[in-house]
């Protein structure tokens, strides 16, 4: 069994003692304000390196991922979206993988069924991976309330859109509301939990799991955990976390009083998964864009795809080699494209 989930989890709660004793004996201010700045920095410096080191590579062939019929003949159907070879078709099938998860949706699992071999849709895969990272991305922006002032409009539609669910008691003409629940934090939890399941279960997919496929489920669920814990269960003073990151982008730095050690904890997870993004599998956000077999478009039967990083060398083509050996080929008995031209006598002179 693979037990490489246990070393994520161990790396996990050992983060968790650090951030939690280090704000306890009066490290606040370095788990709030030196370790997020550190954090960013590691985080922007890294994604930069990768998406220039991909940008510099070359792209010697042009060999995008294709599922259908490419262009070619004008009777023959061509699947513009699966094999484009247009501009609009390519960006269309970017936005399908980007927005839907078009490929992923497709993905099938063998399955071995009375000595028959099956294939069948991963369709609770995508559901998971499709709600895991939409979650993740209303979590992101509603958090945009803390680091802007005043906050948009749309950051506020779209927390009273995720907290739809809020119960109002009326006690003697009073209204008492809790705390309206986010949907996104307890999907995000849900979608994380499943995606961890399923590698821990799935014999193939358990097999190929490394650590370092497990850290980053079990950092996303110790920043959504706390976040709950934050919100409903303890008691967190919203006011004085405002004025602790607005002075972060604001560069006015303090550490209000009244802040307790768990949201330390929530911004220490928050930072380790920002600084080990760009050196993970998380990168995938950025190189989706970037990857040949999704960015270029399939007109190999019309262009001619020549790598532009190419060095420039002298070429000896073919008709240049068979012009320099063509008489040894036929002597030797090898074909050749071009047959020589028959020599013609030239008539003898009579001697007078």
């Known amino acids: 069994?693979?037990?490489?989930?246990?070393?994520?989890?161990?790396?996990?709660?050992?983060?968790?003692?650090?951030?939690?004793?280090?704000?306890?004996i009066g490290l606040k201010w370095l788990f709030g304000i030196v370790i997020p700045y550190l954090a960013l920095i590691v985080f922007v410096v890294g994604i930069c390196r990768k998406i220039m080191g991909w940008a510099r590579s070359a792209v010697p062939f042009r060999i995008p991922t294709t599922c259908g019929q490419q262009k070619t003949?004008?009777?023959?159907?061509?699947?513009?979206?699966?094999?484009?070879?247009?501009?609009?078709?390519?960006?269309?099938?970017?936005?399908?993988?980007?927005?839907?998860?078009?490929?992923?949706?497709?993905?099938?699992?063998?399955?071995?069924?009375?000595?028959?071999?099956?294939?069948?849709?991963?369709?609770?895969?995508?559901?998971?991976?499709?709600?895991?990272?939409?979650?993740?991305?209303?979590?992101?922006?509603?958090?945009?309330?803390?680091f802007t002032e005043p906050i948009p409009s749309w950051v506020t539609l779209i927390e009273k859109v995720d907290s739809f669910f809020r119960v109002e008691i009326m006690y003697d003409q009073i209204h008492f509301g809790l705390p309206g629940i986010y949907v996104s934090g307890l999907v995000l939890l849900a979608a994380v939990t499943y995606l961890f399941l399923r590698r821990l279960f799935v014999r193939p997919v358990r097999y190929i799991?490394?650590?370092?496929?497990?850290?980053?489920?079990?950092?996303?669920?110790?920043i959504a955990l706390s976040g709950i814990f934050m919100r409903y269960f303890t008691k967190v003073d919203i006011t004085s976390i405002k004025e602790l990151t607005m002075g972060l982008v604001t560069f006015h730095w303090s550490i209000p009083e009244g802040i307790?050690?768990?949201?330390?904890?929530?911004?220490?997870?928050?930072?380790?998964?920002?600084?080990?993004?760009?050196?993970?599998?998380?990168?995938?956000?950025?190189?989706?864009?970037?990857?040949?077999?999704?960015?270029?478009?399939?007109?190999?039967?019309?262009?001619?795809?020549?790598?532009?990083w190419n060095y420039p060398v002298k070429v000896h083509t073919y008709e240049a080699y068979e012009d320099e050996f063509r008489e040894k080929m036929i002597e030797a008995g090898l074909p050749v494209e071009k047959m020589p031209e028959p020599k013609t006598e030239e008539p003898k002179e009579e001697k007078e």
Request: without cysteine; charged residues 15%; positive net charge.
């Open 260 to 308: 307790g050690n768990l949201f330390f904890v929530h911004l220490f997870f928050v930072s380790v998964l920002l600084a080990y993004f760009p050196f993970s599998k998380l990168m995938h956000m950025g190189g989706i864009f970037l990857s040949p077999t999704r960015n270029l478009t399939t007109n190999t039967r019309e262009v001619r795809h020549v790598n532009p």
């Open 209 to 222: 799991s490394l650590a370092s496929d497990y850290f980053p489920l079990f950092l996303i669920m110790g």
């Open 73 to 146: 003949m004008p009777w023959i159907k061509q699947a513009t979206i699966d094999n484009p070879s247009t501009k609009a078709g390519v960006f269309a099938r970017m936005a399908l993988e980007v927005l839907t998860f078009r490929s992923l949706f497709r993905n099938t699992r063998m399955k071995m069924r009375e000595g028959k071999l099956s294939y069948n849709l991963e369709i609770f895969l995508w559901v998971g991976a499709l709600a895991f990272h939409y979650a993740f991305l209303t979590t992101l922006v509603r958090h945009l309330r803390f």
């Open 1 to 24: 069994m693979n037990k490489n989930y246990l070393v994520s989890l161990l790396a996990v709660i050992g983060l968790f003692v650090i951030a939690w004793v280090g704000s306890a």
